[in-house]
């Protein structure tokens, strides 16, 4: 019966995600979702959103159990009995940056296998960063996220829940917006 550990930020948990998610659990008896408790790097979602946002998002996967961490990824695994590590791949740069924590995890943790997806061509440019940019500054992103997802994006931006994209938002330094 093969474990896997699936882990990562999740700030927020999107629809990429969620199809590795379901891919996994499709393939390994039990999946641990596991939301990584401190990266360094600023986030948007506490941890405890970050988890009830995966957890709602998840919902419907049973052999599916969202926890949070912290530490090494390969020593969680362990405390999990989980056998293998689920990552997903978008590009060069994921390959690039998997392979070299891969690497590491192998130093670390040899017995601990990992295993990327790629991800499904439509989620190819898809990241929490992108979907956290678009919806603060009112855009559509309704094949990006879950509801509960739009809706807590919409909270932390201060946008109403209908007539985003008409909506006129406050300005913000963006790659997807023009600057003055
Ligand atoms: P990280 O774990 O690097 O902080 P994330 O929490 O966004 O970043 O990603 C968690 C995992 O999900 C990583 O393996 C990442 O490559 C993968 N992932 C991110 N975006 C997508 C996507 N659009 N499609 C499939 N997998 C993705």
Redesign the pocket.
């Known amino acids: 019966m093969t474990r896997a550990l ?6 927020p ?5 969620i ?2 998610a379901e891919r996994a659990s499709a393939i390994f008896a039990e999946v641990v979702f596991a ?2 408790d401190a ?1 360094p ?1 600023k986030l948007l979602f506490n941890t405890e959103e970050r988890l009830a946002l995966a957890r709602s998002a998840l919902a419907h996967l049973t052999n599916v159990t969202v926890t949070t961490y912290t530490g090494l990824t390969v020593e969680y695994a362990r405390q999990n009995a989980a056998d293998v590590i ?5 590009n060069i740069a ?1 390959f690039q ?2 392979h070299q924590i891969g690497g590491a995890n192998h130093h670390l943790a040899s017995e601990v296998e990992l295993c ?5 061509g439509e ?7 992108i979907l956290k940019e678009v919806a603060s500054l009112g855009g559509d992103t309704t094949l990006w996220a879950p509801d509960a997802v739009q809706l807590a994006l919409r909270d932390k931006f201060n946008l109403s829940e209908t007539n985003l994209s008409s909506r006129s938002v406050p300005r913000r330094r963006s790659k997807l917006a023009h600057r003055g």
């Open positions: 699936y882990p990562g930020t999740f700030d948990i999107h629809n990429g995600h199809d590795i939301v990584y990266p790097k689920v990552r997903g791949l978008r994921d940056s998997e990327c997806f790629f991800c499904h989620y190819a440019y898809l990241s929490s960063t």
